[in-house]
């Protein structure tokens, strides 16, 4: 499917994209560029990647397709060192978070040849980072987003479609706001809520007797907490306007719950905790019919 693959940043996303081209034999090559050396031969220890570039000129050399998978501030300076080298069969992409910044990136860096950038986010993750965090199938099953431009050639974007369904992705489309929009109410905010606690809980005096007896509701509240700093100081930054909006819906409904608290109306309390509850276990059912793998096909007598 491709010959040389080019991965911008070998962390989990760019390192499991790697790798799953890689498992079903679906790339001839694999050139990983970083900026933390260690990271980058760690990469090349494990397998993710063939070998390393230290020039963008070596990078982009005969590539096929170039995934940025760097956090989203790193976008500009990526593709401007890009541009000098991008060849015409070249298609890049990227797997950043947030969409509407990182097509203003790319317009600033590669004006016209913006034609040969087809955004994307693989809407799978974890907290862990690094190429020590890559795993083959983390998108089996997951969606992929892609978010094209009105320049895009229609097979470029089928290019990188066809890149994320062979790594078990299903693909959808969006426009970069509505994307935003989106992310901001279902990732953007939750991560910076569970910052948020566990910031505040550690500050306080008593914060080792807290964690001490913290529980799994705790755990799991809290689990997106470990993931990369730099990463979501990016994302909150680049999706700023939406999250803010998000942000201040989340504050409204916090001074209702506080009125509820403050004035003992159980019956209010309990029905929010029970909408949610309902809405959640809905959610859960419809995901999980959603990534379930397909049946194995019926054997016929015949
Ligand atoms: N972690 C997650 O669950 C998800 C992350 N993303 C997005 O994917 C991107 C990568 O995230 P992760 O793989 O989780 O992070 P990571 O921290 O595991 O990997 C990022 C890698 O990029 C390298 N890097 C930083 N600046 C660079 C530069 N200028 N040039 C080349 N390499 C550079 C870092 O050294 C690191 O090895 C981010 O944009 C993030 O928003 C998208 C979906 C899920
Ligand atoms: O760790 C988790 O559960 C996540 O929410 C992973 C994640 C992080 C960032 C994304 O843009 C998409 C998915």
Same mark, same amino acid.
């Given at each position: 499917m491709f010959g040389k693959v080019v991965i911008y940043g070998v962390g989990l996303i760019g390192g499991s994209f790697a790798l799953a081209l890689k498992h079903k034999h679906l790339v001839r090559e694999v050139v990983g560029v970083g900026r933390n050396p260690h990271a980058i031969a760690r990469a090349l220890q494990l397998?993710?990647?063939?070998?390393?570039?230290?020039?963008p000129e070596e990078a982009m050399r005969d590539a096929d397709l170039v995934l940025i998978a760097a !956090?989203?501030?790193?976008?500009?300076?990526?593709?401007?060192?890009?541009?000098?080298?991008?060849? !015409?069969?070249?298609?890049? %992409? $990227? @797997?950043?978070? %947030? /969409?509407s910044d990182v097509v203003a990136a790319a317009r600033a860096a590669l004006g016209a040849h913006v034609a040969q950038f087809v955004p994307g986010h693989p809407i799978a993750?974890?907290? /862990?980072n690094g190429p020590e965090a890559a795993i083959p199938d983390l998108y089996v099953g997951k969606k992929a987003v892609l978010t094209p431009l009105p320049e895009n050639a229609e097979?470029?974007?089928?290019?990188?479609?066809?890149?994320?369904?062979a790594c078990g992705a299903i693909i959808h489309q969006l426009s970069p706001q509505e994307h935003d929009r989106v992310f901001a109410a279902v990732s953007h905010l939750p991560h910076l809520l569970a910052y948020a606690l566990v910031d505040d809980i550690a500050h306080k005096p008593h914060a080792d007797l807290l964690f001490q007896y913290a529980?799994?509701?705790?755990?799991?509240?809290?689990?997106? @907490?470990?993931?990369? !700093?730099?990463?979501?100081r990016d994302i909150s930054l680049a999706n700023q306007? @939406?999250?803010?909006?998000?942000?201040? @819906?989340?504050?409204?409904?916090?001074?209702?719950?506080?009125?509820?608290?403050?004035?003992? $109306?159980?019956?209010a309390l309990n029905s929010v905790y029970a909408n949610a509850q309902q809405a959640r276990q809905r959610w859960i059912e419809a995901i999980e019919a959603a990534e379930a793998p397909p049946p194995p096909p019926q054997e016929t007598s015949e």
């Open positions: 397998g993710i990647i063939d070998s390393m570039a230290s020039t !956090p989203v501030a790193q976008t500009e300076s990526i593709l401007a060192a890009i541009l000098p080298h991008l060849e !015409p069969q070249t298609v890049v %992409t $990227d @797997a950043g978070s %947030t /969409k993750g974890r907290e /862990k097979h470029h974007v089928e290019r990188v479609a066809q890149a994320w369904a529980a799994s509701g705790f755990r799991d509240f809290t689990r997106i @907490a470990g993931s990369s !700093p730099e990463m979501w306007e @939406a999250l803010l909006g998000e942000l201040d @819906a989340y504050l409204a409904q916090l001074t209702t719950l506080r009125g509820l608290l403050a004035a003992r $109306d159980g019956a």
